[in-house]
């Protein structure tokens, strides 16, 4: 049967378009409905990704909106500040303790400024603390190094050179997930393994012939394809570059079993006719629907890393799924503590600045907790 033309050669028609359709009359039967309703899931789970791609996007151009500046006027006070706090440290008019006090602070703003990239904010944190943010760093890393080992049971090779604490992590890492990964293989050499021991029944057996039918249907698929599309058997050069743009799309939906793109791209090449899904038998519908259950789930997985990826980027609390409210909320609560800090920071610098206050501001900030001024000052700069 002659291959129906498709509105354009680039659009790509949604998987719902591949749905097997009754004949006159007559009912669906039970493989084509099924058939189906995996093409509405592989719909819906595509359409699913492109909003959660388009959410990161529009997000993080309203996250830069709102925090790059309040988050610019915070690092600038803070700079102040510390530059401030030196200065006073130049006189005489301060106790020991005053200036013990003044000189963590000190040590406190400028780290964290370093840490976020304000090079010259190091040689100042180092004339005043006793340890150098390099010594500092190394400490944390061998502390780090020691705390990984003990969880893994193994050390962690560093081929002769010192690892930061960055490099430690991204190694622990590795090694857990690959510890992981081993017991996850043995838990399913187990679970074969007690199944093979079971007697064969007709479920299992008929599951294998499914899915060996599935596998050969594919195939096949993907066979047609590369056959119609070789790019060195056409002459046209416009044509050409098409094919090889339409070849490239079906070996990746190949690798991943996507049997929904390869129908779409034999559509779009004009190499199949849209209803010969519904003159399929239904033992070839079943196999079908095997792969699309298949595609389903990879697409669910993909959905679910999507989310992962989207709530650690913008740092949403543990257990918290993206979606906009709940990155509209956080950003809130971020937009909100920011405008708190940067306030506190202008109110600490008027402060320190008038000879008459820093020393009230010093008491305070040697009887404030620590724990209290986290934000500011982390413990151990000095």
């Given at each position: 049967m002659p291959a129906t033309r498709t509105p354009s050669q680039n659009q790509v028609a949604p998987a719902t378009a591949l749905q097997a359709l009754a004949p006159g009359e007559q009912p669906l039967t039970a493989a084509a409905r099924a058939f189906n309703l995996q093409l509405t899931r592989v719909d819906k789970l595509k359409a699913q990704l492109d909003e959660l791609d388009?959410?990161?996007?529009?997000?993080?151009?309203?996250?830069?909106?709102?925090?790059?500046?309040?988050?610019?006027?915070?690092?600038?006070?803070?700079?102040?500040?510390?530059?401030?706090?030196?200065?006073?440290?130049?006189?005489?008019?301060?106790?020991?303790?005053?200036?013990?006090?003044?000189?963590?602070?000190?040590?406190?703003?400028?780290?964290?400024?370093?840490?976020?990239?304000?090079?010259?904010?190091?040689?100042?944190?180092?004339?005043?603390?006793?340890?150098?943010?390099?010594?500092?760093?190394?400490?944390?890393?061998?502390?780090?190094?020691?705390?990984?080992?003990?969880?893994?049971?193994?050390?962690?090779?560093?081929?002769?050179?010192?690892?930061?604490?960055?490099?430690?992590?991204?190694?622990?890492?590795?090694?857990?997930?690959?510890?992981?990964?081993?017991?996850?293989?043995?838990?399913?050499?187990?679970?074969?393994?007690?199944?093979?021991?079971?007697?064969?029944?007709?479920?299992?057996?008929?599951?294998?012939?499914?899915?060996?039918?599935?596998?050969?249907?594919?195939?096949?698929?993907?066979?047609?394809?590369a056959s119609a599309l070789h790019p060195d058997r056409e002459p046209d050069e416009a044509e050409r570059q098409r094919k090889t743009a339409l070849m490239s799309e079906a070996n990746t939906a190949y690798a991943r079993k996507d049997l929904v793109t390869l129908m779409q791209i034999q559509l779009r090449a004009e190499l199949a006719d849209p209803a010969a899904v519904s003159r399929l038998a239904d033992d070839r519908l079943a196999a079908l629907t095997l792969l699309l259950k298949q595609l389903v789930a990879g697409l669910e997985r993909e959905r679910a890393a999507r989310q992962g990826q989207l709530a650690a980027e913008f740092e949403l609390p543990h257990g918290q799924v993206a979606n906009p409210n709940t990155l509209r909320q956080h950003l809130l609560g971020q937009v909100q503590a920011l405008e708190s800090a940067v306030a506190q920071l202008a109110h600490d610098l008027a402060q320190v600045q008038d000879a008459a206050d820093l020393k009230r501001w010093l008491n305070r900030q040697r009887d404030t907790p620590r724990a209290a001024r986290a934000d500011r000052d982390p413990d151990d700069y000095c």
């Open positions: 388009a959410l990161g996007q529009a997000h993080r151009a309203e996250r830069h909106r709102w925090l790059a500046p309040l988050q610019g006027q915070r690092r600038q006070h803070m700079r102040d500040l510390a530059l401030a706090l030196e200065a006073q440290l130049q006189g005489k008019a301060l106790s020991r303790l005053q200036q013990t006090t003044a000189t963590e602070a000190l040590c406190g703003l400028a780290q964290i400024l370093a840490g976020e990239g304000e090079a010259d904010m190091v040689a100042l944190h180092d004339r005043h603390s006793r340890q150098t943010l390099a010594q500092k760093k190394q400490a944390a890393a061998d502390a780090l190094r020691v705390r990984l080992e003990a969880a893994l049971g193994e050390p962690l090779a560093d081929d002769g050179q010192a690892l930061s604490a960055e490099e430690l992590l991204r190694e622990g890492m590795a090694r857990w997930r690959a510890a992981q990964e081993e017991a996850q293989a043995r838990r399913q050499a187990k679970a074969q393994a007690r199944k093979a021991r079971q007697k064969p029944g007709a479920g299992p057996a008929a599951e294998q012939v499914l899915a060996a039918d599935a596998e050969t249907q594919l195939r096949t698929l993907f066979r047609q394809l």
